[in-house]
């Protein structure tokens, strides 16, 4: 459902994403890992059709998101780790909205809108204006509006942002669910406990690069370390760091190649 395809998107003399190509199949579980300053937002926002890549490209169920923007944006739904809202709306009025741009009909907004407001506890806020709910309720409710209209893909920056534990186990509950059910989820994350839990495949990224990719037992392997995900985190991303420092950042691609 996803392609990224040598992607590489600079900004200046930066190369904020450097040659990165990835499938995540239907229905996959995909956490993306990094240090600050990475690229996973970069990578995210050129997947979310949000700003060009300076080459290679990104596909959303078979649709390229810069040539084929409509169709590949009918099929993903995107959430940012400080989602933007129309903040003079109510959160219902803006879960209709959000309905009627994919042309969903009335009924079928009121259905499935009943039915995730009562899911993510929003019964309380859903005729409140929303510039006057907290950061933790204006993340359900973009998460909620993102869901509406059953997208085949979601791709969500930092989902936990704000959240409490107990809406932080519903999110992490709904997206599991429709991922078991056939939604690929593609999350990037500073959370390592949420990747460990969550993810079929994680990938981390390191200065631009996707320096490795696999299931957690693939990546301890690789990293060669023992026990919990943060150390094998830690053990990838000092490797890349000893790499560049050898060879220089021109010279690097062999790991990113075997990712």
Request: glycine share 8%; hydrophobic share 40%; charged share 25%.
């Amino acid at each position: 459902m996803i392609e990224l395809i040598h992607l590489i998107k600079k900004f200046g003399d930066l190369t904020a994403v450097n040659d990165i190509s990835l499938t995540v199949p239907r229905g996959e579980f995909f956490a993306v890992l990094g240090p600050n300053a990475a690229g996973k937002t970069t990578t995210i926002k050129i997947l979310s059709g949000l700003i060009k890549p300076t080459s290679g490209c990104a596909r959303v169920g078979g649709f390229d998101v810069q040539t084929h923007p409509l169709e590949a944006r009918r099929k993903l739904a995107y959430v940012p780790d400080f989602p933007f809202l129309y903040d003079k709306l109510t959160a219902w009025e803006f879960f209709r909205f959000t309905g009627q741009l994919f042309q969903m009909h009335d009924e079928r907004i009121e259905i499935v809108g009943r039915e995730l407001i009562t899911r993510f506890n929003l019964e309380p806020f859903v005729n409140k204006p929303i510039e006057g709910l907290s950061h933790g309720t204006r993340q359900r409710v973009a998460i909620v509006s993102a869901l509406l209209h059953d997208p085949e893909v979601f791709v969500i920056d930092e989902p936990m942002v704000g959240l409490d534990p107990h809406h932080a186990r519903v999110v992490k509950d709904v997206l599991k669910e429709r991922s078991l059910a056939g939604m690929t989820v593609f999350l990037s994350t500073h959370q390592l406990s949420v990747a460990e839990e969550m993810a079929d495949r994680i990938g981390i990224i390191h200065q631009g690069r996707l320096i490795a990719v696999g299931t957690r037992e693939e990546l301890r392997r690789q990293s060669g370390a023992s026990g919990a995900l943060e150390q094998t985190f830690l053990a990838l991303t000092a490797q890349e760091a000893n790499l560049v420092e050898e060879k220089g950042p021109d010279k690097l691609s062999a790991l990113g190649r075997k990712a």
